[in-house]
């Protein structure tokens, strides 16, 4: 066992880094109060190849593994949760399924259009009355011919508004629940396919989340992913990857507001010195160091399963799990250690706490991974 990144990892963190600070870290406080989506900044990031970076270099991408991409991930929410998460959702919800499952024609145009083409990827499961319960979606899809009819709504889509491509989940045969369950390419020119409502969020305020509406959408037959029946397992099998860009994703929240703190403890005087000084902020920061360390381990861990064996869920669960709730705890500290600054917009702390929420919720909420954790242990 060697606990040191290969010449690869390090190059992708040194060159993510770079770009996180001189790109990414000047525009996060202003992409979080516009709520804009940081359109220019993903642009250069198909550019240097870190969009699509984990698809094969045969289709287009860098063929990056499992640990660059969470690397990569891990770099940009240091700075900005936004860009890390419109990254994390385009390469491993909506390329990491057509890398798994698509056929070579799926794999050549889409995984294609989604790095060289530069079009954006999103991943659509969730419906109003099917989140943890992902099974109960009630969005159909109808064979007619040469192609499927989908019809139904899909609710909170990372890069909703803004996303070219998407694999959607929808039932082909409601009578067999799980089994009845088949995924879809689909592109957002197809006809009966619109954008519905854009949310308005806590925070990753840059990141386009949408209700996306599928009205006798019409989706050419070969677009079936895998085979009818099998989206429910492609679904589980995607979101295993995901919660491990969510990992990362937090781990990065939770490294960016502990680097705030200590610089705003190193600077702030009361009491005559620098409140770094007292032994108070001190074990704080020793207790953060320490659990970083273990989050980036087990996160590494996760993304090393990911890269070895065919069912890596308990792993991914247990990085998820647990840099979500490090994420918000360190972040919620860091903000107590800011004092009333931290709770300013002046300063990116209250960001970053707002930022963390969501990775306690979405692919899958704590208390589901702790569901996955306990079904493999048990
Ligand atoms: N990989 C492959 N197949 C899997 C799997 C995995 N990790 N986990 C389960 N399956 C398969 C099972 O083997 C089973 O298949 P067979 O019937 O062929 O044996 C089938 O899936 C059903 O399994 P379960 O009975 O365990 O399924 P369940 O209905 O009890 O659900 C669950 C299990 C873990 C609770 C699951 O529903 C779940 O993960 N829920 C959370 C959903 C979620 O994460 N949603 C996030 C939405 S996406 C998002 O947030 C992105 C965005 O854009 C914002």
Redesign the pocket.
Same mark, same amino acid.
């Given at each position: 066992m060697e606990f040191k990144l290969t010449r690869e990892q390090e190059l992708v963190q040194k060159m993510v880094r770079d770009f996180t600070e001189t790109e990414v870290a000047p525009i996060a406080a202003e992409t979080d109060r516009t709520a804009q989506y940081p359109a220019d900044t993903i642009e250069q990031l198909f550019r240097y190849g870190v969009m699509g970076m984990n698809v094969p270099k045969e289709y287009g991408g860098a063929g990056a593994d499992p640990i660059s991409c969470a690397i990569a991930v891990e770099e940009l929410s240091k700075a900005c949760a936004s860009t890390g998460d419109i990254v994390a @959702?385009h390469n491993g +919800?909506c390329c990491g399924p057509i890398i798994n499952n698509g056929t070579e024609a799926q794999k050549q145009k889409y995984l294609r259009m989604l790095t060289e083409g530069h079009k954006v990827g #999103? =991943?659509? +499961? %969730?419906e109003p009355n099917a989140?943890?319960? #992902?099974?109960k979606g009630t969005t159909t899809a109808v064979l007619e011919g040469d192609h499927y009819v989908l019809n139904g709504s899909k609710i =909170? !889509? @990372? /890069? *909703?508004y803004v996303c070219d491509v998407m694999v959607v989940f929808a039932m082909t045969d409601p009578s067999k629940g %799980?089994?009845g369950i088949s995924a879809f390419i689909v592109e957002s020119s197809y006809p009966g396919f619109s954008v519905g409502k854009h949310e308005e969020k806590l925070g990753l305020h840059g990141s386009p @989340?949408a209700e996306l509406v599928f009205t006798d959408c019409i989706v050419p037959k070969e677009n079936l992913l895998g085979v009818e029946g099998k989206g =429910? /397992?492609? #679904?589980?099998?995607t +979101?295993?990857g *995901?919660?491990i860009g969510i990992a990362a994703q937090a781990l990065g929240i939770a490294e960016g507001a502990m680097a705030e703190a200590m610089a705003f403890t190193k600077t702030r005087v009361q009491f005559g010195r620098p409140i770094s000084k007292f032994q108070n902020t001190q074990f704080k920061f020793a207790d953060m160091h320490m659990n970083i360390e273990a989050g980036r381990l087990l996160l590494y861990k996760a993304a090393y399963a990911q890269a070895t064996q065919k069912?890596f869920?308990l792993d991914a669960a247990c990085a998820k799990l647990f840099n979500s709730e490090l994420a918000m705890k360190t972040t919620t500290e860091a903000v107590q250690m800011c004092g009333g600054y931290g709770y300013t917009r002046d300063y990116p702390v209250e960001r970053m706490m707002r930022d963390a929420k969501i990775t306690e !919720?979405?692919?899958? @909420?704590s208390e !589901?991974q702790r !569901?996955?954790i306990s079904?493999n242990i048990l």
């Open positions: @959702t +919800l #999103a =991943f659509c +499961l %969730t989140g943890s319960d #992902a099974s =909170f !889509i @990372t /890069n *909703g %799980t089994k @989340t =429910f /397992n492609i #679904a589980m099998q +979101l295993d *995901g919660r069912r869920s !919720i979405y692919e899958g @909420t !589901i !569901i996955v079904s």
